[in-house]
C-alpha cells in the first residue's frame, strides 16, 4: 500500500527574517515541491513568503511572558495538529507527541553547559531556578522520553550525539540531514562585485577582512571575534544585531581597533558583504550548524570556527578553514592573522566552496522526502 497524497504539519512558533531556523524552513518548502506532499506551517506568527502550496495555520494564544508565549503556542499547536489529523508532524519546537523532531536549535542542556562557562557564578544558580530554563528543559525530556517520537532530525553528528549522551536515544532514532545551500544564490563575486562592496564600507582594496554574521553576540562570539582582529591589521564587517551593541563598540574603542570594526545591523541580503570579506569568523560558544556557514563558503570564504559549532565538521584544519575553542583567544588571534586575502590566495575559499557543492535543495528534498516516506510505510504496516 502506497499513500498518493500526505499531509506534512511543520511546526514552528515563529518567523523571523534573521533566522538561521526560519531560513531552513523555507527553504525546506522550497525544496519539497513533490506532488504527493501537501504542505503546511503551524505558526504563531509568519511574516515569509509563501507560495500557493503551502497552508499557514496561525496559532498565537498570547502570552505575556516569554514563557506563557512558548507554552501556550505548544499547547495550542498540539491540540490544532490532533484535530487537523496530519499524516506527519514535524516540529522544530519541543512539543510532546510529534512525529518528528528536527533539533535545528540544538540541545538546550549542552547550550547550558556552554553558558555557564562565561556568566558568574550568581547567574549559574539563577539559571537552575529560572522557570524558563526549567520548562524548556522539561519540555526537552518528556519529547525526547515520547513513544511516539518517531525521527530525530539532526543537522550535526554533533548535536546526535549531545541528545545521545543527555537522554540516552538509541542511534536508530535519528536521521543526520545537514542544510541544504543553493550555491547559485550565494556565488563568489565577480569583477568588480568585491571593489564595490567595500567602497560602501570604506574598506581598503588591500585590506584582509574578516565577517561576522549572527544576532545574539554573546552566544555567536563577537567579543572574541573583536579580541582576535584586534592586535592585527584585519578588517572586521559585523552583520546582526544585540541589545548590547553599544558594549562590543566600547570593547573596540579599548583595542583601539573600531576604526576596523563595521557595524552593519541586520542585513536581508548578506550577499554584498560576504562578497567584501575574505574569510568568516564565527566563535560561536555553542551552535548546531548556523546557515552562515553554508552561506559563507558557498562564497568561496574559508571560515574560522569553534569546536561546538556543528559547521566544524565541514572544517578540515588549514584547509576550509580553523577549528579552536570558542574563548581560545590566542588561536583565534592567530588564525585571523593566518588568513589570506582571496586576491592574492584563493585556495582556501576554493577549497571551502567546493566542500559545500553537493549539499543542495535536490538533495535535501530527496532525504526529507525518503525519510517521510519510509515513516508512512512503517505507520501502516
Not at 505548544?74 to 519541543?94: C, G, M, P, T
Not at 522539561?138 to 522520553?145: D, I, L, S
Not at 545574539?216 to 544585531?241: D, E, H, M, S
Amino acid at each position: 500500500m502506497r499513500y498518493d497524497k500526505y499531509r506534512l504539519a511543520i511546526v514552528r512558533q515563529r518567523y523571523r527574517v534573521d533566522g538561521g531556523a526560519e531560513r531552513f524552513i523555507s527553504r525546506t518548502l522550497e525544496a519539497l515541491h513533490d506532488s504527493r506532499l501537501e504542505l503546511n506551517i503551524i505558526t504563531r506568527q509568519w511574516s515569509g513568503e509563501t507560495q500557493s502550496d503551502w497552508c499557514v495555520h496561525i496559532c498565537n494564544p498570547g502570552g505575556r511572558s516569554r514563557i506563557a508565549r512558548l507554552q501556550g503556542f505548544n499547547i495550542a499547536a498540539r491540540k490544532y495538529w490532533k484535530k487537523q489529523n496530519f499524516d506527519l508532524v514535524q516540529s522544530h519546537e519541543r512539543i510532546v507527541d510529534c512525529d518528528i523532531f528536527r533539533a535545528g536549535d540544538g540541545v538546550h542542556r549542552a547550550w547550558l553547559e556552554q553558558r555557564a562557562r562565561i556568566i558568574p557564578s550568581y547567574q549559574r544558580y539563577l539559571t537552575k531556578i529560572n522557570r524558563y530554563h526549567r520548562y524548556v528543559l522539561a519540555a526537552e525530556k518528556e519529547m525526547f522520553h515520547s513513544s511516539k517520537l518517531k525521527k530525530i532530525i539532526c543537522n550535526s553528528a554533533m548535536v546526535q550525539s549531545q541528545i545521545m549522551c543527555h537522554y540516552g536515544v538509541t542511534k536508530d532514532k535519528f536521521a543526520l540531514i545537514y542544510n541544504a545551500i543553493d550555491s547559485r544564490h550565494f556565488p563568489p563575486p565577480v569583477e568588480g562585485q568585491r571593489r564595490v562592496a567595500r567602497e560602501i564600507l570604506s574598506i581598503p582594496e588591500q585590506a584582509c577582512t574578516l565577517i561576522f554574521v549572527g544576532s545574539g553576540f554573546a552566544r555567536k562570539g563577537l567579543r572574541q571575534a573583536i579580541f582576535a582582529v584586534a592586535p592585527t591589521n584585519r578588517y572586521l564587517i559585523v552583520v546582526g544585531k544585540d541589545k548590547q551593541q553599544s558594549r562590543y563598540e566600547a570593547l573596540t574603542k579599548t583595542l583601539d581597533c573600531q576604526d576596523r570594526v563595521r557595524f552593519i545591523g541586520v542585513q536581508e541580503n548578506v550577499l554584498p558583504f560576504y562578497h567584501a570579506a575574505d574569510a568568516l569568523i564565527l566563535p560561536t560558544l555553542y551552535d548546531p550548524f548556523p546557515n552562515v556557514i553554508l552561506e559563507s563558503m558557498s562564497c568561496g570564504l574559508p571560515v574560522i570556527t569553534s569546536q561546538t559549532c556543528g559547521g566544524a565538521e565541514f572544517i578540515n584544519q588549514g584547509r576550509e578553514g580553523f577549528v579552536c575553542d570558542a574563548l581560545d583567544i590566542g588561536s583565534l588571534q592567530a588564525f585571523a592573522a593566518e588568513i589570506p586575502c582571496r586576491d592574492r590566495d584563493p585556495t582556501m575559499g576554493t577549497a571551502a566552496r567546493q566542500r559545500v557543492s553537493t549539499y543542495t535543495p535536490e538533495n535535501l528534498s530527496h532525504q526529507l522526502i525518503g525519510l517521510y516516506q519510509q515513516l508512512l510505510s512503517c505507520s501502516i504496516r
